[in-house]
């Protein structure tokens, strides 16, 4: 056995890695890739944002609240007429119609407030009395049949249809497609 211990021998030493290049000619390469690539990044974020800011955006005009409430009626007509909706929802939609372009032309919120509640807002407000009296009438029509369940003829339909309309027409801001031109130049 004593020759078996003679065999085993110790571990070498550590032994330094031979440095061709001193430390700062790798802090050098280092730091240009990192500026390559924040250079590159860069110019990659840069051209993104000129193509999507050369893309050509089309924004579709605004109708006009007088045009969107005339649609809006018409097409609530013609559900009444083919019986698709109830007298009921017919009412509901023509107080929902006024109330949404009461609120876009005169900048006053109506569809959250109750007919009581938009009397009282719109008492003291610079919309002529005629208007005023106008529009709270025809929510109170509407009201009589929503929540009295009050019953509607045809011809009730049809005449707080065209007061709705008559509304419209005398408060729009646009002149209507049935407007004579000549008549309004001369006002």
């Not at 021998?9 to 690539?37: C, E, H, N, Q």
């Not at 929503?146 to 005398?170: G, H, V, Y």
């Not at 408060?171 to 008549?183: A, C, E, K, V």
């Amino acid at each position: 056995m004593p020759n078996a211990a003679l065999d085993i021998r110790d571990i070498k030493p550590l032994v330094a890695i031979p440095s061709d290049l001193p430390i700062t000619i790798i802090i050098i390469a280092i730091a240009t890739l990192l500026l390559a690539g924040v250079i590159i990044w860069w110019w990659l974020h840069k051209r993104q944002k000129l193509q999507s800011f050369n893309k050509i955006k089309t924004v579709a005009p605004i109708e006009p609240p007088e045009i969107i409430a005339r649609s809006a009626l018409k097409d609530l007509d013609e559900k009444l007429k083919n019986s698709i909706i109830s007298i009921q929802q017919y009412f509901y939609g023509i107080s929902l119609i006024l109330r949404t372009y009461f609120e876009a032309v005169f900048k006053l919120n109506t569809t959250d407030l109750t007919t009581y509640e938009i009397s009282i807002k719109i008492e003291n407000s610079a919309i002529a009395k005629e208007h005023r009296q106008d529009f709270l009438s025809i929510l109170s029509m509407a009201d009589a049949v929503k929540f009295a369940k009050a019953p509607a003829t045809d011809k009730e339909c049809s005449n707080i249809l065209r007061l709705a309309q008559a509304f419209i027409t005398m408060t729009s801001t646009t002149i209507s497609p049935t407007t004579d031109l000549s008549q309004s130049a001369e006002k």
